[in-house]
T-cell receptor, first 111, second 111 residues
Framework: DGGITQSPKYLFRKEGQNVTLSCEQN?????MYWYRQDPGQGLRLIYY???????QKGDIAEGYSVSREKKESFPLTVTSAQKNPTAFYLC??????????FGPGTRLTVL | GESVGLHLPTLSVQEGDNSIINCAYS??????FIWYKQESGKGPQFIID?????DKRQGQRVTVLLNKTVKHLSLQIAATQPGDSAVYFC??????????FGKGTRLSVIA
């Protein structure tokens, strides 16, 4: 089945630790995106990548980092510099100018 | 820049009635608009999209209307069912730029 997967579904982090969220797609999409969603809020763009080995900051990139070494994969690292990382993280992919397909999300909680 | 917002944060409808969810946008250069449905704890799912050169598009039980004069977008759901209960987001996009999402409207269906 074609789709976009995220892992883990739930993630707990201690303060001061970096954590990496996985996002994989087998839809052959060029573009991939990371969003953050807080309770009762919309989606805010963290980073996006329109092609392998290239990515751009979104609206709230501070405290996050990404890489795009393969077309299928776009991992997001939440660093210790992110002051309030507890949120629901959504990954998406698309072909240019088309709808974005979303993964199931990862819920990150800082202990 | 683009901003996309919604008129109402919550909407309650009786089962079987029609639902109308509204959205306003600020960037008249948007090429297309998309409605997503997000159930609790899940990633958003595509419902329907509309290109900027269209006024109306129909899907199964859903209709999207676009009024470019007043920069307004609406989603109509016919014969609303309990399974339609979710948060609905509108999003606008242009070319290869990432979608901009509104904050969402929570639809509650009363049985």
């Amino acid at each position: 089945d074609g789709g976009i997967t995220q892992s883990p579904k739930y993630l707990f982090r201690k303060e001061g630790q970096n954590v990496t969220l996985s996002c994989e797609q087998n839809l052959n999409h060029d573009a991939m995106y990371w969003y953050r969603q807080d309770p009762g809020q919309g989606l805010r763009l963290i980073y996006y990548s329109q092609i392998v080995n290239d990515f751009q900051k979104g609206d709230i990139a501070e405290g996050y980092s990404v890489s795009r070494e393969k077309k299928e994969s776009f991992p997001l690292t939440v660093t210790s510099a992110q002051k309030n990382p507890t949120a629901f993280y959504l990954c998406a992919s698309s072909n240019r100018g088309d709808e974005q397909f979303f993964g199931p999300g990862t819920r990150l909680t800082v202990l | 820049g683009e901003s996309v917002g919604l008129h109402l944060p919550t909407l309650s409808v009786q089962e079987g009635d029609n639902s109308i969810i509204n959205c306003a946008y600020s960037n008249s250069a948007s090429d297309y608009f998309i409605w997503y449905k997000q159930e609790s704890g899940k990633g958003p799912q595509f419902i329907i999209d509309i290109r900027s050169n269209m006024d109306k598009r129909q899907g199964q039980r859903v209709t999207v209307l676009l009024n470019k004069t007043v920069k307004h977008l609406s989603l109509q759901i016919a014969a609303t069912q309990p399974g339609d209960s979710a948060v609905y987001f509108c999003a606008g996009g242009r070319g290869n730029t990432p979608l901009v999402f509104g904050k969402g409207t929570r639809l509650s269906v009363i049985a």
